[in-house]
């Protein structure tokens, strides 16, 4: 089927060159004229315009958003501005679902469907499928059907299945519910990601200190002791555990498979300070949960530790320094320099 | 080759098993003589006594232990006594590192090596195949090489690699380093596992709280209430959305296939009450973390969690309502009956 | 001076109180006619509806309210709908700040201060003075200056200080900054001492179990033993520990003197069930943290414990059960009867 | 009554003072010849040797050491050797109860008394009286009682207690049971008070943060918007805040008035770089939750927030990093030069 794509960059463009293989027919538009030139010569319908863009879909429109979500609502305007009831847009980005429920309200007064699609895979989307997490009305995701067909992986271990959300669940792709929920979704997706992401990395992080028994510590009144050095004598290849734990363990995962690749390539790691971005999701995930008031101790801490790499503490820190010279006469040790992890 | 099984447990049973279905030649033994009986039906070589577990083992006797951590002390002690120089212990329970560090020092004066071996796979293991994570001496661990890599999984796809540890890796067991070391990478990967599992439990537990906004709520002092309930009237599926995840998302795990099937069974998990135990080895990690100064944050998120779901924060709880009394005149809110989730 | 008081609650009857002790005037109003009977006994005048209180107050005209967040800001409308240019509404509950921000904003359209003020105090503050945090315009602020001065607890030991904020900081007010500012710094302040409640909470259930080694222990394999029994036979007396820490520790405070009273009344605590309210600022005090990217992850472990309390951990405790069901085969143990804490 | 110290830095000097100036007999001794002296010249009984220290203690000798941890042992076999039946050995430092249980034990055989006593106060002590939480022998403990006295605080408002335990608690000192007791006490206190300082620490950040809307923020792909800039344009007094916080607020503390005078001093507290030391009883808190299975989350984050500040998070970001860029194709942002918290 036909299907417009606006916002031709990494996820987009492999997104389009994912239904261009599969037989679909795409409009594609972006502010950068190469980039809407590159997926022509895959066989693309290039367009110059946000007008020439609505106006190259046939009826009802149907119009895919990939943008930042900054500047998402201001495109959802404008499309809707070119379109006439009946037609659909689709927000396959990164936004926060209350822009959904907030959108589809409005978008409902002309007649326009508002369909939101969580859209997991990342750069590994084109060749491994898309998992999609859909919200929005039944007619229009039902519409949207082939296009969502064929984003997600497919399966082909999928088994005969009880009523049509599990059918589609089994192939990657789900309808959700309301609009908003498909974000929502996403966004939790998110969150447990973090989560995930900072278990193993504090295991690794264990693992890497387990030979604490073998180097000099400082020895003054601001260092705790380590009091059984003897159980700290080990120097652990990074990588090799990381690769024995895919193999028939409890934590095995494709989080686990990346990882374990990594510190193939670098079991240091020295091509990373440790600046760890967030954006975004995990903010919202653990904003829901405190909304309806569910405990996340796990979920907030993972996003508290990016903070903290970002350098964000660091006003509290000094405050406790503070407060243990007041108190106690305690002299604030020196930072070192950053360690290498070596 | 011959390897002796103490402890016919589920997991020495099944051990025993996929050993024998590769051809080796076990010798088994239980003080309960029907998990012997059972195992001789299977092809394995039963015994009645310690002593005659022992004699039935060629020289260098291999005798690996499945025991619980309590009494898997005394049992090597009384192995060693019947053992010579050159034979083989191998604890391939969840005994703590600390343990094995203590033991092999012990059992080396007597000329008689200890191999701890942490073994994860759980019920799976004997289809799946076992993760191995060995700590020993070099020349045990060789020595024992062709049963290790019959209990793990194997690898059809396993690279050409660099050394012995990433060739064994993509099989499923590793050489990790000197006695303690096996155990002390499995306690870590216990560690990980509670981390994960709470990512995703309260990631899904959000998602059960997002039709907070359909339902009555408190309206009272002690009640804070939803602010924006227009935002939380999602019913989602919780087993179609863990079925999703499985296909294309960045949370794909083993972990999650295991959830979507269990949710799958029931969504609304009734056969549980929510009392979730530990065994030890999430206490035994976050001891090394503090031990070694590393951050765990998430790892110990994980384990408090259980501590709670066992009851064990009561007295504080009562605390903190006996401290708003006190400052504020916070009259209790009665405990409700236990939630069903629904 | 004259001042108005809208809501007779505990909190606002003992404002006014201690207003007419120190010979403010007070206009009082609430719903409930026997509140404002007490009152006029007292010395206040009375009034018998919303119009009926603007009128009797002079101008400008001072409201403050003292009401249920919930039902505040149409009190705010109704009150401004009755009040001219140059009045003052003053808001002494616990809003939300950005309610706060967005209020001022409107009513500033009709010449209207806009006056938040963040109490703390409970139950203590007719004898002790509150502590206020205010937010709003300078020249509004100024004006109330007797009245805060009264309602604060005041400081014979107050020093000379260099500027205004620091000398009414002293006696226990503070012109925070712009609307808002005072009912975020009380937020904050909550977020703090929910923080400090846990840390207090969390010791003492430390110490209560510190004879774990004298007790009988499950032996089973969802139990994890306690390794070091000979280090846990300690029977602390909980109100004398908490009244030692009083004089000359470093966490003496005004909530340890509050714990101390309520364990002496009764260590066991055994008029409480463990049920934690929380009332929404320390909410409100994470998502600032969010949103601003600073690590709090102790605040966050505070509200999440309570969060817990309240039983809705549930459904992510169950499905942790469910997994360890489905790759261990482990099954639950039954939930026991509540602790008794003893 | 005669005492000996022995260890005179700046808690022993301290207490030995204290002890003079109430009319007590005190021999002294220190490895450094200088700090012996200073107190000579202060009325002390000077010694030059362990030998020398103990042959001036009348019988029964009392020695009280004031040492690190790490030397502690040794000095109490010395003295144990030096020393003959009903003598007393006081350990006044910051020892793990562990050692304190299995020293008493030893030198139970030798018929001397070992008393553990947690001590705090810090730099305040000498004017403030220190807080005494003692752990050993009853008849021991009794015939010091006039030291304890001495040492700690007192309490003119002191009331008429049921019992000797709370009347010494209100006078600041308590005998809080067998050997290893005192210690225990004392290093719950710590816990506790790292709880409280990082509560205080995070809220006073979080207030530092809330002028976020005011700045410039990077728009990029890594880092999350900031959803609501009007909500977040406060810049805050932080000196003023945590004075007002003192008076009649509800988290006044000792803590809270120190934190007020360091911010006086500097609101941005340039003196310091924020790498907070912690010196062991935080992580020995921390393993006593663990092994008696409390919730701790709230003692446990403020650990390892002290452990983020040592840098020691470092290879656990860097394999976030790492990972973002396996899945999602993220560059890692670079690190900013410390942020000034200005």
Not at 50 to 60: A, G, H, T
Not at 62 to 85: E, F, Q, S
């Amino acid at each position: 089927m036909q299907i417009g794509m606006m916002g031709l960059g990494r996820m987009g463009a492999n997104m389009v060159r994912r239904l261009l293989q599969d037989g679909h027919e795409c409009v594609v538009y972006d502010i950068n004229p190469a980039s809407v030139a590159a997926l022509v010569a895959d066989g693309a319908t290039g367009s110059t315009s946000v007008e020439d863009f609505v106006m190259k879909l046939r009826k009802p429109a149907c119009a895919w958003l990939m943008l930042p979500a900054a500047i998402t609502g201001a495109n959802v305007d404008r499309l809707a501005g070119l379109m006439t009831a009946g037609d659909i847009i689709i927000d396959g980005g990164n936004s926060y679902y209350h822009d959904d429920v907030d959108r589809a309200e409005q978008l409902f007064a002309k007649g326009i469907d508002y369909v939101d699609v969580g859209t997991s895979g990342g750069v590994w989307g084109l060749e491994r499928g898309y998992c999609l997490m859909i919200g929005g009305p039944e007619a229009a995701v039902r519409h949207l059907d082939p296009i969502f067909a064929t984003l997600a992986p497919g399966n082909s271990e999928a088994k005969e299945a009880a009523g049509e959300s599990m059918r589609t669940a089994q192939l990657g792709y789900l309808h959700c519910g309301p609009s908003g929920s498909g974000h929502f979704v996403k966004m939790v997706h998110n969150g447990i990601e973090y989560g995930m992401m900072a278990a193993y990395a504090e295991g690794m992080n264990i693992l890497k200190a387990a030979n604490a028994g073998n180097k000099a510590r400082d020895v003054d009144a601001e260092t705790s002791p380590l009091q059984t050095p003897q159980y700290y004598k080990f120097d652990f290849d990074m990588a090799a555990v990381s690769e024995v734990w895919r193999h028939g363990s409890v934590i095995s995962s494709w989080l686990l498979d990346l990882t374990a690749d990594a510190l193939q390539q670098d079991p240091e790691l020295a091509a990373y300070s440790g600046r760890v971005s967030d954006s975004g999701e995990g903010r919202w995930t653990l904003k829901a949960a405190i909304d309806t008031g569910v405990p996340a101790p796990v979920l907030s801490s993972a996003l508290f530790q990016r903070f903290n790499s970002q350098g964000d503490a660091l006003y509290a820190d000094k405050l406790l320094s503070a407060m243990r010279f007041a108190f106690g006469g305690h002299h604030e040790k020196p930072k070192e320099p950053p360690k290498t992890g070596a």
